[in-house]
């Protein structure tokens, strides 16, 4: 509990939207939000950047930012051990209804070299057309000549691994990996805080205004691992009752969980939820009345609200993806 006397509680949370020029409306018509007509390329779940915060939807502390509550909270909002000037990660939904450029993030041991922001992330693959696909990593041999060559041919596809994917699958980008996410993917992407992204190749796209998009070939030479791959794991549709670790790294874990009526336990500590299908549950010892989860809540548990379960109160499948950041 904070100066103010409010005590922390399960929050459900609003996202901020970006309306980047490739994505589509997916987001609102899938998860049933009401929106105004447009484009909305990401949502932004989990958030405490200045360039889009999260907004807590509902309950005694509706309206108040996550960087607020991370001000006031610290700990108890993200837990013991964990730096609280910023929240640990930036969570979002991309729709990609056209394909996003060819980029690279850094990771922790290149980003002093470019003054940004380390990148490590994954992507969890809600919905995905029949030919959907994302690009990670180079092909063997492929290097600084080889990539300055391919983009005065404007080849630089043909330098990239393709990875066909379906839903459910989850692919870990580590920092430095080219990468690009294809066209008629619906993506979860877990990450480090930061939006430090470096241009690669935008397939000769223009911007809104009719100009080719920035690019940044010299950032991106300076943190590029060429021989980087990705992690592809493919875990198969979830089963009733499931409880499964897909990913764990040091920045982040991914669980996926399938609830049934009895409902799931969920450890003591701060984590992030999402509902991907169905609908569910959240039971809270000494909280009066559940919380309902539809498709697409985002709902934050701090790390002092204990005794908390989450059961389906639909049929199968009931899948929610759960994010801790600590071990």
């Not at 309306?19 to 018509?29: H, K, L």
């Not at 910023?86 to 980029?103: G, N, Y």
């Not at 993506?187 to 205004?209: C, I, K, M, P």
């Amino acid at each position: 509990m904070s100066e103010t006397g409010i005590p922390l509680y399960p929050l459900p949370l609003m996202p901020a939207y970006k309306d980047y020029i490739w994505g589509g409306d997916r987001i609102p018509r899938r998860y049933q939000r009401d929106l105004p007509p447009g484009r909305y390329a990401e949502s932004w779940e989990f958030s405490d950047r200045s360039e889009g915060v999260s907004v807590v939807a509902d309950g005694p502390l509706r309206g108040r930012r996550l960087d607020e509550l991370l001000a006031q909270y610290g700990a108890d909002l993200v837990g013991a051990d964990v730096a609280t000037e910023r929240f640990p990660l930036l969570i979002k939904l991309i729709d990609a209804r056209e394909r996003l450029s060819v980029q690279v993030h850094p990771n922790d041991m290149t980003a002093p070299l470019t003054a940004g922001e380390p990148k490590t992330e994954a992507w969890y693959v809600l919905a995905a057309d029949a030919d959907a696909a994302v690009y990670a990593g180079f092909k063997p041999g492929t290097d600084e000549q080889a990539l300055r060559s391919a983009l005065l041919q404007g080849r630089v596809a043909d330098l990239l691994e393709r990875h066909a994917v379906r839903p459910g699958d989850l692919i870990y980008i580590p920092g430095g990996l080219v990468h690009a996410i294809g066209a008629g993917c619906l993506l979860l992407e877990v990450q480090q805080n930061s939006n430090t992204t470096y241009r690669v190749y935008d397939w000769d796209r223009v911007g809104a205004d009719g100009s080719p998009r920035e690019l940044h070939l010299e950032q991106a030479l300076r943190v590029i691992n060429w021989t980087a791959r990705p992690r592809v794991i493919r875990p198969g549709p979830a089963t009733p009752g499931e409880r499964r670790r897909l990913l764990e790294t040091p920045y982040f874990q991914l669980e996926r969980l399938a609830p049934e009526g009895a409902g799931i336990p969920l450890p003591d500590q701060a984590q992030a939820l999402f509902l991907a299908n169905g609908q569910a549950v959240l039971r809270t010892v000494g909280r009066a009345g559940d919380l309902v989860m539809r498709p697409g809540t985002s709902l934050l548990l701090p790390a002092v609200v204990a005794g908390n379960s989450v059961a389906a109160v639909s049929e199968p499948p009931v899948e929610l993806l759960r994010i801790t950041w600590q071990l």
